[in-house]
């Protein structure tokens, strides 16, 4: 069996649609077992799809044979990537990504009508109903023998040739890894509470609204030991409104893990053992999400929870899982978002290192090992890929 893997910008390797891209392309490598694998990859970022794959993703890199980068600037790219997957076109299963772009679906039903006759299945990702409509649109179906799988975390259908099935997106051991080591050893700062927001600064974050939120609990409680860290990968258009809120106990960091890779001063494995570190060894995680995200369930929140860590969400980054997380997170309602973070922030202070605390952080780390280990998603998926 031949296995093809095809990505848009799968080199931004920290980024949702590409996190889902490379971690389903291993799953799936290490649960069919290959003879060869191949992959493509519409690069942006300068990043060798190759480097990333060797650093992190251990059943892929044993089972690759060529890796071909289309990069942005070779136009046309569907006429590209269309002639590079004709040169592979026996591959009997094709991974496609499902990163919006504006070739995707002449690239998806040229694939089509390239494998049919050779009973190839077509997987593509669709993480979002938003995104999942537009997939669904773009489709042609015209040959019954080419079988189409869309996963997703909302439904499972099952149309002949059109197969949609609701599975929730791996997360790297590392994330798994280092919630069991922090919990068997709870070695957490006993001096002041952290609370830390992670990701990009753009709208419906809701870093405007926990800003506001931890400033208002501070001068409430002068007294205590705790600061704001907001941690964001790269600069977004919203830095500037961020840092006229920065000041006292917020702290606001800023890193570039691309162009830490691109200029060899970490690996992007280093680069994940960092991001999986500060979730574990974080108080808390605030999650304080204003509107729904591209992806849903936030990937955030399923490698906070898989490394133990304590988070605060709102419903909009819980989302699909927030009735199952009820259980292993601290949910805060939407309605007046700032007033409800500082009432748990005022709760949460006082139950740093308790009990309670501890419960949920073991509570997050079994939910996630349940749901989002390998283990359990290939079992899950074995029955419905056959």
């Known amino acids: ?33 290959p003879d060869k694998v191949h992959v493509t ?23 690759v044979n060529t890796v071909i980068e289309v990069y942005d600037n070779m136009y046309p790219l569907d006429e590209l990537i269309g002639a590079v997957l004709r ?26 009508d390239k494998i049919s006759g050779y009973n190839s299945k077509l997987i593509s990702f669709a993480y979002s109903l938003n995104y999942l409509e537009k997939v669904l649109k773009s489709l042609r179906l015209k040959d019954e023998s080419s079988e189409v799988v869309i996963l997703n975390p909302c439904c499972d259908i099952d149309r002949g040739s059109l197969k949609l099935i609701k599975v929730l997106p791996p997360v790297h051991s590392i ?14 700062d006993r001096g002041r509470v952290t609370f830390r927001l992670m990701g990009r600064f753009q709208g419906g974050r809701g870093i405007k609204e926990v800003i506001t939120a931890f400033k208002r609990f501070r001068i409430k409680r002068p007294e205590a030991r705790a600061k704001l860290i907001i941690d964001s990968f790269s600069e ?18 800023i890193t570039n893990p ?101 419960r949920i952080r073991d509570a997050a780390h079994k939910y996630a090992h349940n749901n989002f280990s390998y283990e359990k998603i290939i079992w899950a998926l074995k029955a419905k890929l056959t």
């Not at 026996?90 to 679906?105: D, G």
């Not at 977004?236 to 960091?253: A, H, M, P, Q, S």
């Not at 709102?314 to 997170?329: F, G, I, Y």
């Open 41 to 63: 990859n519409v690069n942006q970022g300068g990043i060798s799809v190759n480097l990333v794959i060797s650093s992190l993703y251990a059943y892929l890199s044993k089972r």
């Open 87 to 112: 040169g592979l076109r026996k591959a009997e299963v094709v991974v496609l990504s499902w990163k919006p772009h504006p070739s995707f679906s002449i690239i998806q039903n040229r694939i089509l």
């Open 258 to 358: 691309i162009k830490r890779v691109k200029e060899g001063a970490s690996s992007p494995r280093q680069i994940i053992e960092e991001i999986a570190y500060k979730y574990a060894y974080s108080s808390y995680v605030v999650l304080p999400y204003t509107r729904p995200v591209h992806i849903t369930p936030s990937l955030t929140l399923l490698e906070a929870l898989g490394a133990g860590g304590f988070v605060i969400a709102t419903k909009n980054a819980a989302s699909v899982l927030h009735r199952d997380v009820e259980k292993c997170a601290f949910i805060v309602d939407t309605q007046d978002v700032v007033e409800e973070l500082v009432k748990a922030f005022e709760y949460l202070y006082e139950e740093y290192d308790s009990n309670f605390y501890w």
């Open 236 to 253: 977004d258009k919203g830095t500037k409104e961020v840092f006229k809120l920065y000041g006292g106990d917020v702290y606001i960091v």
């Open 175 to 188: 994330f798994l890894q280092k919630g069991s080591k922090v919990l068997r050893e709870r070695s957490v």
């Open 1 to 33: 069996m031949d296995l093809l893997l095809s990505g848009f910008h799968a080199e931004y390797f920290l980024e949702g649609h590409a996190k889902i891209f490379l971690e389903l392309s291993n799953l799936l490598t290490f649960m069919w077992k």
